[in-house]
């Protein structure tokens, strides 16, 4: 009876170990916005890093350390395509907030929970001084009283500021704040690191 028992809970593991190596094959995810598909694109690719299995440096090399704004902005930027979801905060869904909130937290940086009261934190920069890594606000309805919209700036060239948000019709994408809906709807910025 023992040897029986025995038997039977081996093939029970190996069963169970072939059941774990197959679900960790990659599956693809259907998606579809809307009627047309249309593919996504992001228009602001993360910073290189410093492979771990490069040839050896010489001395004149010197290690890339990325800055804290690149490695928040590169954590950011893996949500890129990531659909709206009021609250959200991970793949399956996340909102403005929720994709800062996230990206500046894995790299131990609190921000709070709400664009409104994000807004209030760092310190307040004119637009033309804005560097990657600083929080737009905006109020993207007419009547708004508050705040309720936030980004984080992920390029600054000559005079066009592009920003990762999560747009509630379009998911994680990057804007230019040259378009004129967020141009419009600009508020203030603010420097958090």
């Known amino acids: 009876m023992g040897i029986r028992n025995a038997l039977h809970l081996h093939k029970f593991g190996y069963l169970l170990l ?4 197959a679900s960790c094959g990659a599956v693809k995810k259907k998606t579809t ?16 890093e410093v492979s771990l299995t490069r040839a050896p440096r010489t001395r004149k090399e010197r290690p890339t350390a990325l800055s ?3 490695n928040i ?41 709400v664009s409104y009261n994000m807004a209030e934190k760092g310190k307040r920069v004119r637009i033309n001084k ?24 992920v390029s600054v060239k000559g005079d066009e500021v ?3 948000h999560a747009s509630s019709s379009r998911g994680v994408i990057v804007s230019s704040l040259r378009e004129g809906f967020w141009n419009n709807a600009f508020v203030k910025a603010t420097r958090v690191l």
Do not use: W
């Open 18 to 21: 072939v059941l774990l190596i």
């Open 33 to 48: 916005y809307g009627k047309t598909s249309k593919k996504r694109t992001v228009s602001v690719a993360p910073s290189k």
């Open 68 to 70: 804290p704004a690149d």
């Open 73 to 113: 902005i590169n954590t950011a930027l893996t949500f890129s395509g990531t659909r709206y979801k009021y609250g959200g905060t991970t793949k399956k869904g996340m909102d403005c907030s929720g994709l800062l909130y996230v990206s500046f937290g894995e790299h131990d940086v609190q921000l709070p929970r």
């Open 130 to 153: 804005v560097e990657k890594g600083d929080l737009l606000f905006f109020k993207t309805k007419k009547q708004a009283r508050r705040i309720n919209h936030v980004g984080m700036v």
């Open 162 to 164: 592009k920003f990762i």
